[in-house]
Structure formats: C-alpha cells, structure tokens
C-alpha cells in the first residue's frame, strides 16, 4: 500500500479521536451545567424554607384545661408575629443575596456568552434586567418607608415615657395623647406620607435608577438596556403621585412564564427561578412597609408559580401565609409583626387617655403598664433592628446594580463579536 494511504488512516484515526474527546468534553460541561442547575435549585429551596413558620402541631388528645388552649392560641400568634417581623425580613434579604450570588455564578462563570443572544435567553435576560430595574425603585421605596416607620417609632417613644411615669397626672396624659393621636394619623394615611413627610436623609432612595460599581462608588449612573452612562452628579427625584408599588409588582410578574419544551436543561430555568424569587420577595417587602400606593391594584394576587417542582414549594407557602395576612389585616400600615403591635396597642392606650380619670385605679394602671410595657419592647425591637433593615436593603440596591451591569457588560461583548464585519 502506498505511503500516502497510511498518512491518510492516520489522519482519520486522529480526527475521530479528536471528534470523540470533543464530544466527551461537550458531555462533561453539559453534566456539569445540569448539576449546577440542580444544586442552585435545592439551595433556593433550603434556604426559604427556613422561612417558613414550623408547621403547628395538632394534640392527639384534647387539653384538659382552658389555658392550655389559650397558650396554644399564643403560640400560634407569635409565629405569625415572626413570620412577619424585623429579624425575619432581614432573614429574607440575606436568603435572596446568597441565591443572588449563586444565581450570577451558574450563569456567567464557565459559560459560552455567545448563548445569551440565542433563544431563549435574548428575550429572558432583558426581561429579567428589566424587572431588576423595577426593583431598584422598589428599593427606593422600602428605604423612605423605613424612614417613615422610624418616625412611628419616635413618636411610640414619647408615649411610653409620658404614660411610663408615676403617679400618671394629666399633663402626662395630654402629652402621650397628642403623640398617639399623631401616630395613629400617621398609619391610617401612611402611604400618603411616605412622599409628602419631612424630608429623609437617605441618598440611596434620591438617587437615580442606578450606578455601576467600582472607582470609589461615588458617581451615580443612569442604566439603561443596552448601555450605561454615567452621570456627573446625583439626579435626585421624588417619586411621582402616579408611581404605584403594586403596579410595580405587576408590571415584574407579568409575562413572567416558566420556561417550556428543552428550555428547562438550559439556564433558561435559572434566570426564571431568579426572576421569581426577585417578585416574590420584592412583593413580600412592600407587603410589609408602607409604600404609595398598594392598594390601587391590591397585592392580595399571588405570582403563579409551578406547584410540581420542589424549589417553588416554600415560595407558594410564603405567598399564602402572607396573603392570608393580608386579607386579614391589608391596611396602609403594613404586615410588618412590629406595626402591627404598635397599632393595636395605640389604639388601647388612646381609649385609655379618653376616659383618663385622676387617680387611676390600681386595675387601670396595671392594664395601662403591660400595654406601656408591651410598646415599649417594641420600640426597643424597632430600634436595634431597622438600622440594619436598611442597610441590607440598601446592600441589595447595590447588589442588583453591579449584577445588572455585569450582565450587561457581557452581553455587550457577545453583541460585538457575533456582529459581522464587512471586508
């Protein structure tokens, strides 16, 4: 046999062991990226399950006495206080950073870019970067109605030092009087006052949709989608009479579909996964902290998310605990556990000072002292936990923005190179 016929075996031999070890390599990323994808998916599960309330305990027998009834009913309405409180909001924001985190890695680190201008994931990555910029505003929001919320809490204040001494006098009572009668005031109409109260030095909420990070972090930026400028000051706003928070969170779960047909083994899941998880909490937040305007539309409408698959389950559980509380208490105050108490018992503590008598009775001014005792610990929770509330809220703001512009920043690079050039 000629030696140009064993030159060309050879040649083929070595193709096929190349085409195999191709292959093989395209096999070991796709397992991989699979894997990926299913440990991304059990962690978003692991981590908002914890956030669900323990599940009550039904008694195999009946209680024997009256009591043990009521503390059962107690322990009952302290899971609900805590499901809604400020340690467990700040425990939704630490879940939400970490699944963040996750979620930028599964899709950046590792993957071929040129996937981000094919389908699906040209449409669902400029959605997804879209409902991000809706969340900044929300953001926004939940800052200023911290603020506003820290305003109650001064006023709390007041009355639990006027009605806190003794003996309890009128000039005691016309001072607790006129605080509670403020603050009650004030969360009646609170979405109303969370633009038009005294002005709340906060820079995060005055400034414009958003910044890229780096280079000392101090020149805001306008972000729009398909590029980033950047800015030479601050563009400061106020939110517009028209702004809703519940158009808001409508506009983010609109044509938000759960991927079809191969999509699912792609990292279209992740992106729809994160997507979620970003309405869910975002809804959660403005549940809780007085935001303008969240009635218009209503939250009590849940996000349709798929009951079959094991990540959306402690999400589906959140929706319905909090949209039962919803239904239940959906005032402009918010859900938020601490709000909640403050009103309840600035109610009782102003039917108090309407029917003040001088002296108070020994019966009146014990139940006067658990009410003053039971705001004052309140007072105190909001005080030790709101600073860090809004610093984590103001940490998720930058949070999305660096994200946002990371996969901006990539996508613009695969735009360049996919773009032919002309010889």
Not at 143 to 152: K, M, N, S
Not at 217 to 227: D, F, Y
Not at 228 to 238: A, D, E, L
Not at 350 to 377: C, I, K, Q
Request: charged content about 25%.
């Amino acid at each position: 046999m000629p030696p140009t016929d064993n030159n060309h075996g050879s040649f083929l031999t070595r193709i096929s062991i190349r085409r195999n070890q191709v292959v093989s390599m395209v096999d070991v990323n796709h397992e991989q990226e699979l894997e990926e994808i299913e440990l991304f998916q059990k962690h978003v599960s692991d981590r908002f399950i914890h956030l669900l309330p323990p599940p009550q305990i039904q008694s195999a027998s009946v209680p024997a006495e009256e009591n043990e009834e009521d503390e059962e009913k107690t322990l009952v309405d302290t899971r609900h206080e805590t499901l809604l409180s400020i340690n467990w909001f700040r425990s939704l924001l630490d879940a939400y950073l970490c699944c963040e985190s996750e979620f930028k890695a599964v899709l950046i680190i590792g993957r071929d870019a040129t996937h981000f201008s094919k389908p699906p994931l040209d449409r669902l990555l400029p959605d997804h970067l879209d409902r991000t910029v809706k969340a900044l505003d929300i953001c926004n929001a939940i800052t200023h109605g911290i603020e506003l919320i820290r305003h109650w809490q001064r006023l709390a204040q007041i009355a639990v030092e006027a009605l806190g001494q003794r003996p309890i006098v009128e000039g005691h009572v016309r001072r607790a009087k006129k605080a509670l009668s403020t603050l009650l005031t004030s969360m009646t109409g609170g979405e109303k006052q969370t633009n038009h109260h005294h002005p709340v030095k906060s820079t995060e909420r005055m400034w414009s949709i958003s910044r890229r990070s780096g280079g000392g972090g101090s020149v805001p930026a306008v972000v729009g989608h398909n590029r980033t400028t950047t800015v030479g000051k601050s563009r400061s706003y106020c939110f517009l009479k028209s702004w809703s928070a519940s158009k808001q969170i409508q506009a983010m779960s609109a044509n938000l579909v759960a991927p079809r047909g191969g999509e699912p083994t792609g990292l279209a899941l992740p992106v729809y996964i994160m997507s979620s998880v970003l309405v869910v909490v975002m809804w959660t937040l403005v549940a809780a902290v007085p935001c303008q305007d969240r009635d218009r539309a209503g939250l009590g409408g849940h996000l349709q998310l798929p009951r079959h698959v094991a990540w959306a389950q402690p999400l589906i559980g959140l929706q319905e605990k909090i949209g039962e509380e919803w239904k239940k208490k959906g005032t402009s105050a918010g859900l938020l556990a601490e709000i909640q108490v403050m009103e309840r018992v600035g109610l009782g503590l102003v039917e108090f000072t309407d029917g003040f008598e001088f002296p108070v009775g020994a019966e009146a001014a014990d139940e006067v002292a658990a009410m003053v005792g039971e705001l004052a610990e309140v007072c105190r929770r909001m005080e030790v936990g709101l600073g860090p509330l809004q610093l984590q809220v103001r940490e998720l703001f930058r949070r999305m923005v660096r994200s946002r512009a990371e996969v901006l920043d990539v996508m613009e690079h695969v735009g360049k190179i996919t773009t032919s050039v002309p010889y």
